[in-house]
């Protein structure tokens, strides 16, 4: 095999991608978790946009011509140019205060503040905006970078402290502050502010902050319409960004105006002079005018004819309408008191009447049911009053009543008639039992009143005896007094009582019956009678009835005596329940009778408060009508004033149009000028304020998504990728592992792939290729029959040298297995070994038995391997065990590129070696050597 020749296969790089596979996920997510880190910590930008339209044409210079098609740079680069120039940008940065920022953040927290704020724009979270500092017309013209220190004392005076000069002014909010070479005015201090905390401020200079603006903003413009600009502007403030496009669109549209108004000065000068002449006449007429104001202000206290006839004719049109209205009412009142119309509409007591109107209706509906149920239940006893003496004294006490009654009302009638109550006294039409007692010394309304009153209690009276006579009227004595809701309470509680009574008298009744039935238990009336006179009663019947029951103990004698017991226990029993019937039976009586009084004095208040609401009717619409008489009386009066007033409004009216048509005459002089002389000018400016923003910067929602999913995937993927060609470059100039494609390329035997799984001395399961494998490992030591020795050189592959022993046993093989793996670890169970009967620690070799095949333990570490396998002392122990086993294997752990290895494979026929990570120039030696035909490889 020539030196320089390498031999790489697709299998090759196919096993070494098996092999590294591990680092290459491991690079990925390095790789993946750096470019994750790098864009966590990118700073978070909105994005804003806003339209700006061009006027078509523009007499003077405007954005679309130079954005013009001749020129030869874009419309971007030319848009760029203008609104990004540095006298509109300046313009910008000092309004806003762009050169000025707060930075009192650590880097961990600005770096937190930024993973926060990715990780929020990456899930779709809505960001709060930036809580900072608002600066408005600063103004630093320095060329280096200025720090100052600014503290708040309150939340409106701060203190402003230069870093190296340590210079101190204090400042107010909204107000300038001047400080060396600047000035700046703060607008608004952040929300999160602490008072007397230090908070860092930064000016920087004006052309950094210029051109850090222009690589930002972008200026588009719109290809389906040439006369519209798209201007975007990405920064973290999206509140200031917004504020620094539309004060960018605004600049420029002042700039545009600055330049209108130097063209458009001299006309307007020429204008000025005429308008002084015309404004000359125009003041002598306004002289005659304000005279005529002044006159008319100081007469009738009114500054225009238009004022004083509002002032007067509203309120005579709204007092005709007014008194119309009244009329209406009035009329509708006396029609509702004669019963022509049934309730009373668009009147101020008309929810007072509607509420007395509904509260008799529900009295007069429950005043007919009693009245009903008094009449069927009182019929045959009004017959039997009508005969008798108590009966006709109580209509002659009603009668005496009804007569006082009339009489009260002839009195009251004679009070209304005559001019005074003194003088209706004197005169003896007033009965003196009616004269109590000061009445004498009471005024003649409040007498009146009195008398009213008293009247009106008589009407009752009258009305509840009138009611009365269809109705018996005995009721008991001890309900005189109560009121309606009492009544209705107490008749609600006495027909419960009155219920249960009757419930129980027939519950007696059905006892009383069933009691002489002699199927009847009458045991059973134990849980129904409770009291002690009936339980005692039961009780004797139920023992007598025991003892009946005992048949063949007692006589006929004695069973005779027992029913008769029976029998008169049972009479006892019966007299007793018509007794408590009896009783039962008082008790509703008692409770029809106050039953039948309650109703009766429920009937009785229902007529007083029915009396009461008519009388509260009528007073009610008597003082409204009351009223209607005294309001009309004044809008009579204030009618005849108005008019008297409006007599001399004609003649104002001719003198005041008179000095109106001087000034309008004048003023459309005036005007007429104006338009003459600016209508070029006027034109071109209203041109000029087409060129303006058409949509301001709108705050966006959302953040640009930092697409961190897509990078970490990106970043995964360059990761995984870089490392494999990373690992390719490294074996194809360094050598790839030898594979099996790779080795019978180089014509050399190969037994096949082995596992992992083979390792140990105790295999559970071998894989169908595993066990090929071994097979041919088998087959290549045993085809030549000279073969006694072997060796196994498994480096760093599994020892499958117990399987393979166990797998030539099986053919009838007497094998010894010598393990020489000097450098592994290993046990007490070992001891001893051949390493002890080498140094002649054990005088006999330690064979062992196993199930199939013989085996010799290593017995320790050591590291001279290379020297023992080499001595002669070895050479003859292996000689001992060649008479006396078929085959002899010895299986070291050796890397197949080390001198043990070497010194092992010289030693025996023939050697197997385990090929895991060994290249072609590792394995030259074997590669190379006239022997190689003795040796056969297994690849892992």
């Not at 048949?551 to 008769?564: A, G, M, P």
Request: overall charge positive; glycine content about 4%; some cysteine.
């Amino acid at each position: 095999m020539n030196e320089e020749e390498r031999i790489i296969c697709l299998s090759d790089i196919k096993r070494l991608y098996f092999r590294i596979r591990k680092k290459l996920v491991y690079s990925a997510a390095i790789c993946s978790l750096s470019f994750t880190v790098i864009f966590l910590f990118m700073p978070i930008k909105f994005p804003v946009e806003a339209t700006f339209k061009e006027s078509k044409e523009s007499p003077t210079l405007s954005l679309k011509e130079i954005l013009g098609a001749d020129s030869k740079l874009s419309a971007e680069a030319q848009a760029a140019d203008v609104m990004k120039s540095r006298t509109i940008l300046t313009r910008v940065i000092q309004k806003l205060g762009l050169q000025v920022v707060s930075d009192d953040q650590m880097i961990i927290q600005k770096a937190l503040h930024l993973l926060r704020d990715n990780l929020k724009a990456q899930f779709g979270a809505i960001l709060q905006n930036q809580d900072s500092f608002i600066f408005e017309d600063v103004v630093y013209k320095g060329e280096k970078k200025k720090t100052y220190q600014i503290t708040f004392k309150n939340a409106h005076e701060f203190v402003l402290t230069a870093v190296k000069s340590k210079v101190q002014i204090e400042g107010i909010i909204n107000q300038k502050v001047e400080v060396e070479d600047l000035s700046f005015t703060i607008k608004k201090p952040p929300n999160s502010v602490i008072l007397n905390k230090s908070y860092c401020l930064l000016f920087h200079p004006l052309q950094k902050v210029i051109q850090k603006l222009q690589e930002e903003i972008r200026i588009v413009k719109n290809k389906n319409n040439k006369s519209l600009f798209k201007l975007n502007y990405h920064h973290r403030d999206k509140v200031l960004a917004a504020r620094t496009i539309d004060a960018l669109m605004l600049s420029y549209q002042e700039y545009l105006q600055e330049e209108h108004e130097k063209t458009t000065k001299a006309q307007l000068d020429y204008l000025g002079k005429r308008q002084d002449d015309l404004n000359g006449k125009l003041e002598i007429a306004l002289n005659e005018h304000v005279s005529y104001l002044k006159e008319n202000l100081s007469q009738n206290g009114f500054f225009s004819l238009d004022q004083e006839m509002q002032t007067l004719l509203t309120p005579h049109i709204s007092g005709v309408e007014k008194m119309r209205l009244l009329e209406l009412e009035e009329k509708r009142l006396n029609d509702f008191e004669s019963g022509a119309i049934s309730y009373v509409n668009e009147s101020p007591i008309r929810e007072e009447i509607t509420g007395l109107e509904k509260e008799r209706e529900i009295l007069q509906s429950e005043k007919d049911l009693l009245g009903l149920s008094l009449q069927f239940c009182d019929l045959p006893k009004l017959a039997e009053m009508s005969k008798s003496t108590n009966s006709k004294e109580v209509l002659f006490a009603s009668d005496i009543q009804l007569k006082r009654v009339k009489e009260l009302k002839k009195i009251r009638s004679k009070l209304e008639e005559a001019n005074t109550v003194f003088q209706t006294i004197l005169s003896g039409d007033i009965p003196k039992q009616f004269l109590q007692n000061g009445i004498t010394g009471m005024s003649n309304q409040n007498l009146k009143k009195h008398m009213e009153d008293y009247i009106r209690a008589l009407s009752i009276k009258e009305k509840t005896l009138t009611d009365g006579f269809y109705y018996s009227n005995e009721a008991s004595p001890e309900f005189e007094g109560i009121d309606l809701s009492t009544a209705k309470s107490l008749y609600v509680s006495y027909n419960n009582k009155l219920d249960k009574v009757q419930s129980e008298i027939q519950h007696l009744e059905f006892v009383r019956a069933q009691i002489n039935d002699p199927n009847f238990e009458t045991t059973s009336l134990i849980a129904v009678l409770q009291d002690p006179i009936s339980q005692q009663i039961i009780s004797k019947i139920s023992n007598t009835s025991h003892l009946l029951k005992d048949e063949k103990n007692i006589s006929e004698k004695e069973k005779v005596r027992f029913l008769s017991e029976i029998a008169l226990q049972k009479s006892i029993l019966e007299n007793h329940l018509l007794e408590m019937l009896g009783i039962q039976q008082i008790n509703a009586d008692l409770f029809k009778h106050k039953i039948r009084s309650l109703q009766k004095i429920r009937l009785d208040r229902i007529n007083q408060r029915l009396s009461i609401l008519d009388k509260q009717k009528k007073d009610h619409i008597a003082a409204r009508k009351k009223a209607l008489t005294f309001e009309k009386t004044l809008l009579e009066k204030n009618a005849q004033e108005l008019k008297h007033q409006m007599h001399s409004l004609p003649e104002k009216w001719r003198l005041e149009n008179l000095l109106k048509l001087k000034v309008d005459i004048g003023s459309k002089m005036m005007e007429a000028l104006t338009q003459i002389v600016e209508s070029k000018t006027i034109s071109q400016h209203l041109h000029q304020i087409q060129s303006k923003p058409l949509d301001t910067a709108l705050l966006p929602i959302k953040p640009i998504s930092p697409n961190l999913f897509l990078f970490t995937l990106l970043g995964a993927l360059l990761g995984f990728m870089g490392a494999f060609f990373y690992w390719v470059c490294k074996y194809v100039f360094h050598g790839f592992p030898l594979s099996m494609e790779t080795l019978t390329s180089y014509k050399k035997h190969c037994s096949g792939d082995i596992s992992d799984r083979c390792d140990g001395k105790e295999v559970e399961h071998i894989s169908d290729s595993d066990f090929e494998t071994l097979r041919k490992a088998a087959f290549f030591l045993t085809e030549d029959k000279k073969v006694q020795t072997a060796s196994l050189i498994s480096g760093y592959g599994p020892n499958y040298s117990y399987t393979l022993a166990n797998l030539l046993a099986k053919r009838g093989l007497n094998i010894l297995l010598i393990q020489c793996t000097f450098q592994a670890r290993y046990s007490q169970k070992d001891m001893p070994g051949i390493l002890g009967y080498i140094n002649d620690e054990v005088k006999k070799a330690p064979i062992r038995k196993e199930k199939s095949f013989d085996l010799i333990t290593t017995g320790g570490t050591t590291r001279f391997g290379a020297e023992i396998l080499g001595s002669d002392k070895f050479k003859k122990i292996l000689d001992e065990f060649k008479k006396n086993y078929d085959l002899v294997i010895i299986n070291s752990k050796a890397l197949p590129a080390l001198a043990e290895a070497k010194v092992l494979q010289n030693l025996v026929d023939r050697s197997i070696i385990t090929v895991k990570h060994e290249t072609a120039d590792d394995l030259r030696d074997y590669l190379q050597t006239e022997k190689s035909k003795h040796l056969s490889f297994i690849t892992t």
